[in-house]
């Protein structure tokens, strides 16, 4: 099966990763400190080889309308507050921060090159429009951000790199920040998609030495995903699958990401 080009991106193997990754990793460390400053020496390597790859591009700018697309029919108005989790370099914060004329977004992200980039973005947009808007460097999944305070949060291709561990940990934190009865939209690769089983044969060509060398893809499985969410306290609203129209544009066109989506509340 041809693998599409959203995909196809994740999977490149910038020899940038593996040097920043080898230059920065001193193997096992008893510090969490050191362990979060070896994964986010990965990202920042990852995004500064990257740049501001896509920018422009019809493809790019497509993906981000269909994530808002996604957001308006879960709720979304111009007066939420929406944390955007892997906010990357902005793709989905152009098209939201138009649209919350009077609300606030939150965009955070790991990697400071591709925050950078974000606000390069997001400039002209923030001294023209009303939009509150912050955005915010973190390491780990202590979110600087107050409790019952975000209306929807979203994680567009964040848990499709992150061990499922890892997942639940965010998970359980998304839940102090969220107000009851918001929601919670996350994309994935399941096994049930025919791109997910090309990603997971893709990613077990890597041996385990050099698996982590790089930002790795990860796949999942519908079960697996509805126990994580059911242990970390959310109840799961809605799938909606990554081979199936998922959001209906603004001139009524139905459109997919490629990933599935989640839908949570708790």
Not at 135 to 144: C, G, K, V, Y
Request: glycine content about 8%.
């Amino acid at each position: 099966m041809k693998i599409p080009p959203t995909i196809r991106r994740w999977l490149r193997r910038p020899a940038a990763y593996a040097r920043a990754f080898a230059a920065r990793f001193r193997g096992p460390s008893d510090s969490a400190a050191s362990n979060r400053a070896s994964y986010e020496a990965l990202y920042e390597a990852h995004a500064r080889s990257a740049g501001d790859d896509g920018v422009g591009s019809g493809e790019y700018d497509i993906v981000g309308e269909i994530e808002l697309d996604v957001l308006r029919a879960e709720g979304l108005e111009a007066t939420s507050t929406l944390l955007d989790f892997g906010c990357g370099n902005g793709r989905l914060a152009v098209h939201a921060v138009p649209y919350l004329a009077n609300g606030t977004y939150l965009g955070i992200d790991i990697a400071p090159t591709f925050l950078a980039h974000a606000a390069r973005r997001l400039e002209p947009l923030r001294a023209t429009g009303s939009c509150s808007v912050r955005l915010i460097h973190q390491t780990d999944e202590t979110f600087d951000v107050p409790d019952h305070s975000v209306d929807i949060a979203c994680a567009y291709s964040v848990f499709t790199h992150m061990e499922h561990e890892d997942m639940y940990r965010y998970l359980v934190q998304f839940k102090r920040i969220i107000r009851p009865g918001g929601r919670l939209v996350i994309s994935c690769l399941p096994m049930t998609l025919a791109t997910a089983r090309d990603v997971f044969l893709a990613e077990a060509a890597f041996d385990p030495a050099n698996r982590w060398t790089r930002v790795r893809n990860v796949t999942t499985s519908v079960d697996l995903v509805n126990e994580i969410a059911a242990l970390s306290g959310w109840t799961v609203l809605s799938w909606q699958s990554g081979d199936q129209p998922q959001a209906r544009s603004r001139t009524g066109e139905m459109r997919a990401l490629g990933q599935s989506v989640v839908v949570l509340t708790h």
